[in-house]
């Protein structure tokens, strides 16, 4: 994959040699040195392959850390709100999957002291791996990781169905004793109001955790999921863009829960129950109202409430600030909502297992380090590098090795 990009960038180098108005011979050196110093990673190789369901990539993480020592592993989630662009908007240009299929791209550069914050949050959490939804991507990955995390991350990212390019992919760090293998469910298919569809507006990616050096018939040690369903705006039938067909596209998310049981059961039938399973997602929906029970009916708990110490704080994950235009072209701000939408589930056997040693949510701080509240305002929320705030669990790693 290093190498195509590589090449990629030699010809287009090549080609602005030959026009008209071309780059210096220099200006081309220094674009394929900075692609060199921030993407390659000689300790590094990502195989890619193709499984039923969508693309799979392989990777030996380069380790450091004894398995036999490790006590812990702390997993998060956190939609970062367009990690270090903003990508453009949709155009209603026609119907495809009941979903608008053309956009303006406009990319807007996201302020730097978001983006500062964003990886403050990281640090301040200190995750074993976390996974990050609306992410434009593995380069802008690697960038982020490499310029704002100290390079102590190794992302893997899937292209998915997302036209907005927003993608759901996970940060590894890259000291830990495994090998991984990342599956995407992009091509599950799925009926949706009469029409066979790709079911995942984005994606599920599968994160499989193996030992280092594992055999091929071993087990995972765990199987850790991500995802970002169905966002709350109606699915309207784009040639007829007043009448939703299916109001806060509900029924969507309720298939695409029902399709990620679905995908935990391939997983449990192949790999057996007792391999530990656990998602991590932006659901889109209250973790706590009528909705979530597509997930929860299956097998799956909130981390939140199934954590040996309880969690106290708010549960809030994100906050949404409704305005309404007014005649003389102002803004009237209603109610703000504060809800819990981001959540880790975990499959129920391992939950009774004790997995869950605890479970939290994490708040932005100011430039003292004092902790900020959760937003009242829109105002108030442009202090935050996103409208979400991350989700962390941490695992007895010792019971996870036994399995559930």
């Not at 760090?173 to 991984?180: A, I, Y």
């Amino acid at each position: 994959m290093k190498k195509v990009l590589l090449l990629i960038l030699l010809t287009g180098c090549t080609h602005q040699l030959r026009a008209p108005s071309s780059i210096s011979t220099p200006q081309c050196l220094s674009i394929i040195e900075t692609y060199l110093a921030r993407y390659s990673d000689p300790a590094i190789t990502v195989s890619e392959s193709e499984f039923k369901y969508g693309p799979k990539l392989t990777m030996s993480l380069p380790g450091g850390r004894n398995i036999d020592e490790m006590n812990e592993i702390k997993i998060g989630s956190y939609n970062m709100l367009n990690l270090m662009f903003f990508q453009g908007k949709h155009i209603r240009t026609g119907i495809d999957q009941l979903r608008p299929k053309s956009l303006e791209f406009k990319q807007i550069d996201k302020p730097m002291n978001d983006i500062l914050n964003s990886a403050k949050a990281v640090k301040d959490n200190n995750f074993d791996l976390f996974w990050g939804q609306e992410v434009e991507g593995i380069d802008i990955a690697r960038d982020y990781s490499k310029r704002f995390l100290d390079d102590e991350y190794i992302p893997l990212f899937i292209k998915a169905n997302d036209t907005r390019n927003i993608q759901v992919g996970v940060f590894i760090k890259r000291d830990l004793p495994f090998d991984v293998e990342l599956h995407s469910f992009q091509r599950m298919r799925g009926d949706y109001l009469g029409r066979d569809i790709e079911v995942f507006s984005r994606d599920l990616a599968v994160l499989l955790v193996y030992p280092k050096n594992h055999g091929p018939k071993d087990k995972p040690l765990f199987i850790t999921t991500g995802g970002h369903f169905k966002s709350m705006r109606d699915t309207v039938d784009a040639e007829k863009a007043a009448t939703p067909v299916d109001p806060g596209s509900t029924l969507r998310r309720k298939l695409q829960f029902e399709t990620t049981l679905k995908i935990k059961k391939i997983l449990q039938d192949k790999y057996g129950r007792g391999v530990p399973f656990m998602m991590s997602a932006d659901n889109n929906t209250d973790v706590n109202g009528p909705e979530i029970v597509a997930l929860t009916g299956g097998g799956l708990v909130d981390s939140f409430k199934v954590a040996e110490t309880p969690f106290t704080g708010p549960v809030a994950t994100h906050t949404y600030h409704p305005r309404q235009l007014q005649v003389d072209g102002s803004y009237l701000n209603l109610p703000t909502k504060k809800k819990q939408i981001d959540a880790q589930f975990i499959d129920e056997k391992c939950a009774e297992k004790g997995l869950v040693k605890s479970a939290g949510v994490y708040r932005y701080k100011d430039a003292n380090g004092k902790e900020l509240k959760i937003p009242d305002t829109f105002n108030e929320r442009k202090q935050n590098p996103s409208d979400h705030f991350p989700i962390w669990m941490i695992l007895d790693f010792k019971k996870l090795l036994m399995g559930c």
